[in-house]
């Protein structure tokens, strides 16, 4: 290979890879924590196997050419995958899951007959394979395209920021690909591949702005926008009663997000709210309720050993519990329980 088409080979096959690497966490690892997303994984899998041995066929030609149908096998799932996407980002939890199983064993079915045909009579099912792949591509980017509109002009339902992102890409490789399979672009499958590693790169921008730019306008909401006196007291007076009814600091694994749905407001309100109104973080809040707990059952004589007071105060390690001891009461647990302890009940104990 000379130069050119060195960094060809390079940019196509940096894009493909990174498809497929994006597509697999997406489908294996996420799984189906958001079905929107298991979706976009598998339209990754398959366009990057695609692109992938779209590149290794131009460069080595002389594979054996069952590995390019197998590329094309492959691109037969990319736009079902697409309908679902859409349909998924909008109707959200309304989506069911089960029909769409059966909709890609149907498809499956169909692929597998059309492969058989391929294996017996390969001389005439040669030409006409990739016709009825690209066929059933084209059919479902238009119902895309269609199921689109029609759920932007329906629903109030707001999708992700990233369907129409998606949907523009896969029109653009779909293009890419229908004018390279029909002769109007003389560069073969490796022009598809670098306009898959474009898009694909294009799109890593988009959602990286978005995020950045949501992220912005998150903070300045809600930097602009103080608690007022009337409500922070309000609000104040309503987390000190769910704190004492409830005892949620007992919960070693207590989070201020779990903290801030129990009050019906954001992480963010309720972390403003302690340090502006009351000037603590919300360890220093949370660990402070443990402290007067663990101090009142001291007081209290307790049958409970030190280290198991601190367990059940909600510290989940002994050190922890004195270092914060430690912290805000300026003296160890010992200590303070031995001053509270009255002297006759210190002296019976020396005896014993």
Request: hydrophobic share 45%; with cysteine; aromatic share 18%.
């Amino acid at each position: 290979m000379n130069f050119a088409q060195q960094m060809l080979f390079f940019f196509s096959a940096v894009g493909a890879f990174n498809g497929l690497l994006l597509g697999i966490y997406l489908l294996f690892i996420k799984k189906l924590k958001n079905i929107p997303d298991f979706f976009l994984g598998l339209i990754l899998l398959t366009l990057s196997t695609r692109v992938s041995i779209s590149v290794c066929i131009y460069f080595y030609p002389d594979w054996p050419r069952i590995i390019s149908y197998l590329g094309l096998a492959a691109l037969f799932f990319t736009g079902p995958a697409l309908l679902y996407y859409i349909r998924s980002s909008f109707l959200q939890e309304q989506f069911v899951l089960k029909n769409c199983r059966k909709s890609f064993g149907i498809l499956t079915g169909i692929l597998a007959v059309v492969g058989v045909l391929y294996l017996f009579f390969p001389i005439t099912w040669d030409r006409y394979f990739a016709t009825f792949v690209y066929m059933v591509w084209s059919v479902f980017v238009f119902l895309s395209i269609y199921q689109y509109y029609i759920f932007s002009k329906r629903t109030s339902k707001k999708p992700n920021a990233f369907v129409l992102p998606v949907l523009l890409s896969n029109i653009i490789i779909f293009l890419a690909y229908q004018f390279i399979s029909t002769g109007w672009l003389q560069v073969y499958c490796a022009g598809g591949s670098l306009v898959f590693s474009f898009v694909l790169y294009a799109n890593f921008l988009i959602f990286f702005s978005k995020k950045h730019s949501s992220i912005s306008k998150e903070l300045n909401k809600y930097s602009n926008k103080k608690i007022s006196e009337e409500k922070a007291d309000s609000f104040v007076s309503k987390l000190g009663e769910l704190m004492h009814t409830e005892e949620l600091y007992k919960n070693p694994n207590l989070k201020l997000s779990d903290l801030a749905s129990k009050m019906n407001m954001s992480a963010h309100q309720l972390s403003q709210l302690l340090n502006d109104n009351l000037g603590k973080s919300f360890s220093t809040y949370i660990n402070e309720y443990r402290i007067n707990e663990a101090c009142e059952l001291m007081e209290a004589d307790s049958y409970l050993k030190i280290e198991e007071i601190g367990y059940e105060v909600g510290f989940n390690s002994k050190s922890t519990f004195f270092s914060t001891f430690k912290k805000i009461k300026n003296t160890t647990p010992l200590l303070y329980k031995q001053s509270k302890t009255p002297a006759e009940t210190r002296f019976q104990s020396s005896n014993l």
